[in-house]
């Protein structure tokens, strides 16, 4: 069955960076676009980022511009997030979720992963 | 950026009742409109996409309206397992965005 697994996330101080990754199976990764959403405790959930299946054409959420790089490894069936310059607003679960297609950024999640708590405290 | 406004923020109601959910975008989004049910302590679950499109999962009960800025999501006859949050969320375009959710809570 489709299943996204992430990890990666944990307490970090402000400024500091984090790598989350998802690990996808039960599909083909290749053939779809992924995204990243997150969700601050007791909030609605809050648009990332979004790449393409083929790695190209990026697409961020104003908060997280300039400071988090969405990538992809196709070979490892996997999708990461790097984040850095990490503030206290950035504290939230991250979840991956797969796009319907392959190239548009414009979509549902579905499905999601189990998320990763990342907390960025001093 | 497009804001989703759901309403209400929290509903309580009882095993076997009828409720609206209703989500309103600040402009027109054509159908790109879609529900997710989150249960506590879980990631979203697709539940309805493009409007009326409910995934296979989903119970008949459950149905999906609207167009344009204004849309609804409505359940018959509810059941224990209907009582989550619920989010709307558009894909007309990015940044995609979400409503800050309906708790549906039992009466």
């Known amino acids: 069955q489709v299943q996204l697994v992430e990890s990666g996330g944990g307490v970090v101080q402000p400024g500091g960076s984090l790598r989350l990754s998802c690990a996808a199976s039960g599909f083909t990764f290749s053939n779809f676009g992924m995204h990243w959403v997150r969700q601050a405790p007791g909030k609605g959930p809050e648009w990332v980022a979004f790449l393409r299946y083929d790695g190209d054409n990026k697409y961020y959420g104003d908060p997280v511009k300039g400071r988090f790089t969405i990538s992809r490894d196709n070979s490892k069936n996997t999708l990461y997030l790097q984040m850095n310059s990490l503030r206290v607003e950035d504290t939230a679960v991250y979840y991956c979720?797969?796009?319907?297609?392959?190239?548009?950024?414009?979509?549902?999640?579905?499905?999601w992963g189990q998320g990763t708590l990342v907390t960025v405290s001093s | 950026d497009i804001q989703m406004t759901q309403s209400p923020s929290s509903l309580s109601a009882s095993v076997g009742d009828r409720v609206t959910i209703t989500c309103r975008a600040s402009q027109s989004i054509s159908t790109y409109l879609h529900w997710y049910k989150q249960e506590v302590g879980k990631a979203p679950k697709l539940l309805i996409e493009?409007?009326?499109n409910l995934q296979f999962w989903v119970p008949s009960r459950f149905s999906g309206s609207g167009s344009g800025t204004e849309f609804t999501l409505t359940i018959n006859n509810l059941q224990p397992e209907d009582f989550a949050t619920y989010y709307c969320?558009?894909?007309?375009?990015?940044?995609?965005?979400f409503g800050q959710g309906t708790k549906l809570e039992i009466k």
């Open positions: 493009t409007t009326s």
């Open positions: 979720a797969r796009a319907p297609g392959r190239g548009s950024s414009t979509s549902y999640f579905d499905p």
């Open positions: 969320q558009q894909s007309y375009t990015t940044p995609l965005t």
